[in-house]
């Protein structure tokens, strides 16, 4: 029987690569206190010209949190911890331009503050005083669909927010 190394090493290879498939690193263990369970989120506050905006970021960290799984969301009066937000910065930066030096692309920037504050201890666990993400759309010749790119980009931009939120949260970064 003849061993073929060349097709070994290549099964091999194939199975190391599936295998690693989903792997992530979870950062640090919980930094929370181990009686925090529960956690309250009120709509964020919004600073900024944007309308809405507090609307579309409290949703979507409700949704992280959720997801997570790792707190309850509950009412302010059953949390062991309420999650504050402050929304302070909205802005749209332009990211290209045709000929003419109209804007083809711009990037949605929000900044907020936050706060997570223990209710049994009264004291903030944690505190971020500048989470900032992004996102990009396209600007149309129609101003309808302008706007539904640029509603998009909130949306996405809040996904990231939450999600990296989330993870600063219980990471410790």
């Not at 309250?40 to 997570?68: C, H, M, R, Y």
């Not at 993400?133 to 509603?151: E, F, L, N, P, W």
């Not at 939450?162 to 219980?170: G, I, M, N, Q």
Request: proline letters at 3%; glycine letters at 4%; hydrophobic letters at 45%.
């Amino acid at each position: 029987m003849k061993i073929n190394l060349k097709k070994i090493s290549i099964a091999m290879l194939f199975l190391l690569i599936i295998s690693s498939c989903g792997y992530r690193f979870s950062g640090r263990a919980n930094e929370l206190p181990s009686h925090i369970k529960a956690v309250a989120i009120p709509i964020f506050v919004n600073s900024t010209q944007e309308p809405l905006i507090e609307s579309v970021i409290t949703n979507k960290v409700i949704q992280e949190f959720i997801g997570d799984g790792r707190l309850k969301v509950v009412d302010s009066s059953k949390a062991d911890a309420v999650l504050k937000g402050r929304i302070y910065a909205f802005s749209l930066a332009p990211l290209s331009f045709d000929r003419g030096d109209n804007v083809l692309e711009y990037r949605v920037v929000i900044q907020c503050e936050l706060v997570l504050e223990d209710v049994k201890e009264n004291k903030i666990i944690w505190k971020e005083p500048a989470l900032t993400q992004s996102a990009d759309y396209k600007v149309s010749g129609d101003i309808s669909a302008t706007r539904t790119a640029k509603d998009r980009a909130i949306e996405e931009a809040s996904k990231r927010f939450a999600s990296d939120l989330v993870a600063r949260v219980f990471e410790g970064f």
